[in-house]
């Protein structure tokens, strides 16, 4: 059983069963303590069991890892931008920080909806 799906772009991506051992995970949520120990299970790119899991699921996937010397975190999603930071990248990097917000949002200040 091939677990590879090719994406659009051409990268392979795994589609079967991973189960993620003894990873220690870093905040899921807020109610969450911040660091624990557990297993993942993922079957077809989705999280579909997380917390102990019997010895025998280990059976039921195309692979596992052993993840009990590594931080698992959940996938970031930069959902806060400042689109014209991005061209100005590297412009004024030597200058303070009162200095670059001056520059980069003078334009902005007293302006009303």
Request: aromatic fraction near 2%; charge should be negative; include cysteine.
């Given at each position: 059983?091939?677990?590879?799906?090719?994406?659009?772009?051409?990268?392979?991506?795994?589609?079967?069963?991973?189960?993620?051992?003894?990873?220690?995970?870093?905040?899921?949520?807020?109610?969450?303590?911040?660091?624990?120990?557990?297993?993942?299970?993922?079957?077809?790119?989705?999280?579909?069991?997380?917390?102990?899991?019997?010895?025998?699921?280990?059976?039921?996937?195309?692979?596992?890892?052993?993840?009990?010397?590594?931080?698992?975190?959940?996938?970031?999603?930069?959902?806060?931008?400042?689109?014209?930071?991005?061209?100005?990248?590297?412009?004024?990097?030597?200058?303070?920080h009162p200095v670059?917000?001056?520059?980069?949002?003078?334009?902005?200040?007293?302006?009303?909806?």
């Open positions: 059983m091939n677990a590879d799906e090719q994406r659009d772009d051409g990268m392979l991506v795994d589609r079967g069963r991973i189960l993620i051992r003894d990873a220690q995970l870093f905040g899921v949520d807020s109610s969450a303590e911040p660091l624990r120990r557990l297993d993942v299970l993922i079957d077809n790119g989705e999280i579909v069991k997380m917390g102990a899991m019997d010895t025998q699921v280990d059976d039921t996937c195309d692979r596992t890892i052993d993840a009990s010397n590594r931080l698992l975190t959940p996938g970031i999603v930069n959902a806060h931008s400042h689109s014209p930071s991005s061209v100005m990248s590297g412009v004024v990097d030597d200058v303070s670059f917000m001056w520059l980069s949002q003078a334009n902005t200040s007293n302006l009303t909806p």
